[in-house]
């Protein structure tokens, strides 16, 4: 394969753009090589501009779980556009894509969009707050919630493939009310209320963790955090930013029983247009302005573009619920092939998959938190991650990074893929 036109597409960015890039995942700095350029993408296929044709797991880090250019939502966005971009008024599509939201998920009576995962994280921790009247809140150490001030603390995703602990510009003074605490160590929680001097507002946590590879949390652990809550008067946040209609059609409200108090959402709910969401019963969404004192806002929230996209999408998902079935199915048979693959070598391997989302370790045991996914080996998956692009396979760049499947992903793009993974898994061992 040629990445002629990438290269010098690289060369040209880094000179305007920081690192060449608007989010420091896409840079491939943890596995070498330069960052292919997108030309277009079709179904499960991403396109470079150089010509190159890749079977896509990661598309767009989440959302496009329909894949590339669905002609659904192409055609809502269209209808969309030609009736203006954004008004800064209400408009009906919003409520249409609320109801939705609100139809599934028994926890929330009330949402809010907003333009960002980011945003609907950073504003549920201000609703949580503002609600308990408490500053304290807990998160687990290589769970990412977007990159607000006060979540950045020891966060996965990219922040873990650059091994920051936290990030200069981030005031100390800003990241004292965050407790931090091991995901499924239910000691390391209780130890974080026994320290909180002001009281803790609230627990937020990937109940399905993607962005320290794929680690989900064992159910027990959930429940307990439900109880710790309960017993000390605060909330319970999930953020399903990544997993929400991805690990099944209600994200982790679709695989176990635990109700968290507020679920963020994002990725999927946009189909690859900006948007994200909070929401929680109408009690504690009474609080937000203009109902009530805590402000949030955001001139581009509910933009009717974004909207009309992410309407179509679930729309769609709603309507073929047999979806998430097959989705799994392909999932689970990508990484039972892969590792075939290291098996083959004698490398150990770890596998996970929730629903449509896949995760893999170069690891010879069970990764149950942060500190076991650190002991994967990123220096071999960075070589693999190499082989497979020029294999014509497209994966994320990181070991800490969950992979996607879309319907648009068929079986035979799952056979091609685990073929590749054997080639390159031997001619990494020869
Ligand atoms: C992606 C993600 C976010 C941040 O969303 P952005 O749209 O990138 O701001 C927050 N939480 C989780 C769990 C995510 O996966």
Redesign the pocket.
């Known amino acids: 394969m040629s990445y002629k036109k990438s290269e010098q597409a690289f060369k040209e960015a880094y000179g305007v753009i920081p690192g060449g890039v608007d989010s420091p995942v896409r840079a491939f700095s943890s596995v070498g090589g330069t960052p292919v350029f997108i030309e277009k993408g079709e179904g499960g296929y991403l396109i470079d501009i150089d010509g190159n044709r890749y079977i896509d797991f990661v598309q767009s880090?989440?959302p496009l779980i329909l894949g590339h250019a669905d002609s659904d939502v192409q055609k809502a966005v269209i209808d969309a556009v030609k009736n203006g971009l954004s008004f800064g008024a209400p408009t009906t599509t919003e409520t249409k894509l609320a109801t939705e939201i609100v139809e599934m998920f028994d926890t929330i009576d009330k949402v809010r969009f907003v333009s960002?995962?980011?945003?609907a994280?950073m504003s549920a921790i201000r609703l949580a707050r503002g609600y308990t009247k408490r500053d304290d809140f807990i998160k687990f150490t290589g769970c990412?919630?977007?990159?607000a001030d006060s979540l950045l603390v020891q966060a996965g995703s990219g922040m873990a493939t650059f091994g920051n602990p936290s990030s200069p510009g981030v005031p100390a003074d800003l990241t004292k009310h965050t407790l931090l605490a091991t995901y499924n160590d239910i000691d390391s929680v209780k130890k974080c209320f026994a320290d909180s001097e002001n009281g803790v507002s609230s627990i937020i946590i990937?109940p399905i963790a993607?962005?320290m590879g794929l680690v989900p949390a064992d159910e027990a652990f959930l429940e307990e955090l439900r109880e710790l809550c309960d017993e000390h008067g605060a909330l319970l946040i999930f953020?399903e930013?990544?997993s929400g209609f991805r690990a099944s059609l209600r994200g982790s409200q679709g695989i176990i029983s635990v109700k968290p108090d507020i679920i963020?959402l994002?990725?999927v709910i946009g189909a690859g247009m900006p948007v994200?969401a909070f929401g929680a019963s109408s009690q504690i969404m009474a609080q937000l302005s203009p109902e009530g004192p805590i402000y949030q806002a955001g001139t581009l929230s509910g933009n009717p573009v974004a909207m009309a996209a992410g309407l179509a999408s679930l729309e769609k998902l709603k309507a073929n619920p047999e979806i998430y079935t097959i989705l799994e199915k392909r999932a689970k048979r990508l990484v039972e092939g892969f590792k075939e693959a290291s098996d083959a070598v004698n490398i150990p391997m770890v596998i996970e998959t929730r629903g449509s989302m896949f995760g893999f370790f170069f690891s010879d045991k069970p990764v149950k938190n942060f500190d076991d996914a650190l002991e994967n080996n990123s220096e071999l998956f960075g070589k693999f991650h190499s082989k497979m692009i020029e294999k014509g396979v497209y994966l994320a760049c990181s070991s800490f990074e969950t992979g996607f499947i879309s319907i648009a992903t068929t079986d035979e793009m799952i056979e091609k893929a685990i073929i590749a993974a054997k080639k390159s898994l031997k001619e990494l061992t020869e």
């Open positions: 880090w989440g960002s995962g980011t945003e994280v990412y919630h977007g990159h990937e993607g962005n953020d930013v990544m963020t994002g990725k994200g």
